[in-house]
Nanobody
């Protein structure tokens, strides 16, 4: 089993930055793809960014390309999401996810999920 705990959410003005962290415990995650998803009020959960086990492959939703950066530190068993140039439409609960089956990031099919951290971007 893998336990995921997100942190770093909060309230920020449009144009600002936040860095989310996802700490994994229970089993090493170094060989697993990890990802960030988000769910805005009244909307379905959507893929935001993913990263391969070694960190060499990343994948982003078009809506965040050039503004968000996903990274990981396998020594610390932690995945990060650096969010810059935030917009009000980025407001959502952000979830970390781990893939049990594959090392390559994909936009669905993850097995383990955190509880989420809320990000609110004011205009």
């Amino acid at each position: 089993q893998v336990q995921l705990v997100e942190s770093g959410g909060g309230l920020v003005q449009a144009g600002g930055s936040l860095r989310l962290s996802c700490a994994a415990s229970g089993r090493t995650i170094s060989f697993n793809a990890m990802a960030w998803f988000r769910q805005a009020p009244g909307k379905e959960r959507e893929f935001v960014a993913g990263i391969s086990g070694g960190g060499g492959i990343t994948k982003y939703a078009d809506s965040v390309k050039g503004r968000f950066t996903v990274s990981r530190d396998n020594v610390k068993n932690t995945v990060y999401l650096q969010m810059n140039s935030l917009k009000p439409e980025d407001t959502a609960v952000y979830y970390c996810a781990a893939d049990r089956a594959t090392n390559i990031p994909r936009d669905e099919g993850y097995d383990y999920w955190g509880q989420g951290t809320r990000v609110t971007v004011s205009s």
